[in-house]
């Protein structure tokens, strides 16, 4: 089993910035990637972002390219979503996941925290 908590969240003006993170605990040896999905109102949950646990290759949507990184740091079993230039369409109940594949589709990922709530106004 493995646990995970985000937190950062919020809201922010449009072009603002804000970081999301997320704890993980429990059996984290177990798993190849960690991502950020989000989903909005209505909309089907999508991928954001992720990172290989073992050498921190990422991979971005095209929507976030250049304004969103994924980081991890090991010694705290966490990993990060900075999100720059913000915009309105990226409002959204944001969700860190776990695979044990380099995949880029929620079906790939088995465990998920409990999500965290972003808001970008215009």
């Known amino acids: 089993q493995v646990q995970l908590v985000e937190s950062g969240g919020g809201l922010v003006q449009a072009g603002g910035s804000l970081r999301l993170s997320c704890a993980a605990s429990?059996?984290?040896?177990?798993?190849?990637?960690m991502g950020w999905f989000r989903q909005a109102p209505g909309k089907e949950r999508e991928f954001v972002a992720a990172i290989k646990w073992s050498n921190s290759r990422t991979d971005y949507a095209d929507s976030v390219k250049g304004r969103f990184t994924i980081s991890r740091d090991n010694a705290k079993n966490t990993v990060y979503l900075q999100m720059n230039s913000l915009k309105p369409e990226d409002t959204a109940v944001y969700y860190c996941a776990t695979s044990a594949a380099w995949v880029f589709t929620r079906y790939g990922y088995d465990y998920w925290g409990q999500g965290t709530q972003v808001n970008v106004s215009s």
């Open positions: 429990g059996r984290t040896l177990s798993y190849t990637a």
